[in-house]
């Protein structure tokens, strides 16, 4: 679904709505000191040309969230702010709706060039999804040294660790690349889910477990929630670079192009609970301009989202989020 000038304003204007109705103030501060920034572009720029954003324009623009994010001057101090380069940084992908419909691969590159402005060594910088046969089929080249990017399948006895580990509601082992990682940038592509509501990037965490599909009852509530607040997790997820130039407004989280739309957009922040229900906010005004039901009138509401809100794992009260458009 490719949008002209004129509909792509009023799907921007749409989300805004969107965003009021919760109680999400544009760019103003929820409260002294609590306010999560979730920094926001939209352009048609960052629409994909076939099926990845021209490398330009995912630079530029992911360089100006950086800078707005951080408040630092120049793109090694904003990455080096959050990120040591003793440490080893893994970054998360989501491969599994295939080539239309994944993380770009422009994007990904930014992101490690950030990661090598701040200084760490390539060695420590792994690329990663579930298995090397999804980066595969979304494009990316599997490199086992200097820097990584592959499967949890590359690994050992198949990648993944025991014994089991209990949070809440989520009994699972983890992937080894967790075990490896000191630092997460969780990069998910904004998309419908028809069982979740949304996927997004507490979502994304699914692909770091063995056994995320026993975690999908009652719209993934609490299991999202509790998977995010284990320490793995929780003590690691340190930005969320969500790829929203081709959002999937419906029929998720596969690639479906009648309701696909050429959004042109990018969300940095890191609170990844405050970027969810931005993303949630966006996802339902792409289905209002489509003529489709919000996510809560169809029975998808992804309320796992308030759930880890609850849990102190980031903001989900609009008041409390502060939203920079670039």
């Known amino acids: 679904m490719s949008l002209s000038r004129r509909r792509f304003a009023g799907i921007l204007l749409g989300s805004g709505a969107a965003l009021a109705a919760a109680g999400l103030p544009r760019g103003s501060a929820g ?5 999560s920034l979730v920094v926001q572009a939209v352009s048609p720029l960052l629409r994909r040309a076939g099926d990845d954003i021209p490398a330009t324009a995912a630079r530029e623009f992911l360089d100006r969230a950086m ?11 904003a990455w080096g702010s ?15 709706p295939g080539p239309r419909l994944s993380s770009s691969r422009a994007l990904t590159a930014a992101i490690v060039e950030g990661l090598l402005a701040a200084g760490l060594p390539r060695r420590n910088i792994i690329v990663w999804e579930r298995s090397s046969r999804e980066l595969e089929n979304a494009g990316y080249r599997i490199s086992r040294s200097g820097l990584r990017t592959m499967g949890t399948d590359e690994l050992p006895g198949g990648g993944y660790d025991g014994p089991v580990t209990e949070s ?21 592509v904004l998309k419908d889910h028809d069982l979740a509501g949304v ?15 026993k975690f999908h009852a009652n719209r993934c509530d609490p299991f999202v929630a509790d998977l995010c607040r284990h320490p793995q997790v929780r003590g690691k997820l340190r930005l969320s670079v969500c790829d929203a130039s081709r959002v999937q407004a419906h029929n998720g989280p596969a690639y479906f192009p009648r309701y696909a739309a050429e959004y042109g957009g990018l969300l940095v922040s890191r609170d990844p609970v405050a970027l969810d229900f931005c993303g949630w906010a966006i996802v339902d005004g792409l289905r209002r301009g489509m003529g489709l039901p919000s996510l809560a009138a169809s029975g998808r509401e992804p309320s796992y989202i308030r759930t880890a809100g609850g849990m102190g794992l980031g903001q989900a009260d609009g008041r409390r989020i502060r939203r920079l458009e670039l």
Do not use: H
């Not at 959050?82 to 080893?88: A, K, Q, V």
């Not at 996927?199 to 599909?213: D, E, H, Q, T, V």
């Open 31 to 35: 409260g002294e000191g609590e306010a």
């Open 67 to 77: 800078l707005a994010l951080t408040g630092k001057g120049g793109r090694g101090q």
């Open 82 to 96: 959050l990120f040591s380069p003793s440490e080893t940084v893994g970054v998360k992908l989501s491969c599994l």
């Open 168 to 188: 809440g509601s989520v009994g699972t082992i983890f992937s080894r690349i967790m075990d490896e990682v000191d630092a997460l940038v969780s990069v998910p």
């Open 199 to 213: 996927s997004i990037s507490l979502k994304n965490m699914y692909g770091a477990i063995f056994n995320p599909n």
